[in-house]
């Protein structure tokens, strides 16, 4: 049985889609009008409530300074990888070493997950090509790698991005998983360090 809050949280968790439902169907069309922003509203209704799926908890968190840095260190990333990419083009005697890379996230989250794989996948020389969403993995196709410490260079790069999106777009869990405590082992500590004071005082 459902509180009223939690109808009202799956609602609201419902309406970031709608809108982009609504956008997407407006710049299919080319044209930003009322017609189309009312028949963008019934077809996104329609594929939100026929196509009904498991809403995306938001955070309900933003980090202005983090998300400013998240996204210039992504075009920053994009135009280098443009560049490398470019360069194995036209580079003579090329020797090509691709790889499958299986990279463990830290986050439990669906949206960070699915923003850490669309970040990576933008970024020219690599793709996922597979999810484990149970186990927060993602499979990706990676160019250009030719020893161990290219591949832990890659990894070090996917978790980097993961851990910027954390800091601009997560919650509080999520921030303290990236720092590598737990909340509930921090909670914990400080009821030991309270018990701790109690039995010296």
Sequence with gaps: MTTPRERLAAVGNQIPPLIALIVL???????????????????????????????????????????????????????????????????????????????RLHTRS?????????????????????????????????LNMHSAGDIESFRRRVQNTERRIVRGFGSREEVERMRGVRPENRRAARRAKLMNGKGTS
């Design 25 to 103: 169907w407006m710049l299919l069309w080319g044209d930003f009008s009322w017609l189309n922003l009312l028949t963008g509203f019934v077809v996104g209704m329609v594929v939100t409530v026929g196509f009904y799926l498991v809403p995306v908890q938001l955070s309900g968190r933003v980090h202005p300074l983090r998300t400013v840095v998240f996204f210039m260190r992504l075009v920053v990333d994009i135009v280098w990888a443009s560049i490398d990419v470019a360069w194995l083009a036209v580079k003579p005697r090329l020797v090509t070493s691709n790889a499958i890379l299986a990279i």
């Design 110 to 142: 669906d949206l960070i997950l699915t923003w850490t794989a669309v970040a990576t996948s933008i970024v020219p020389g690599s793709i996922v090509v597979d999810i484990d969403r149970e186990s927060s993995i993602l499979y990706l196709h990676v």
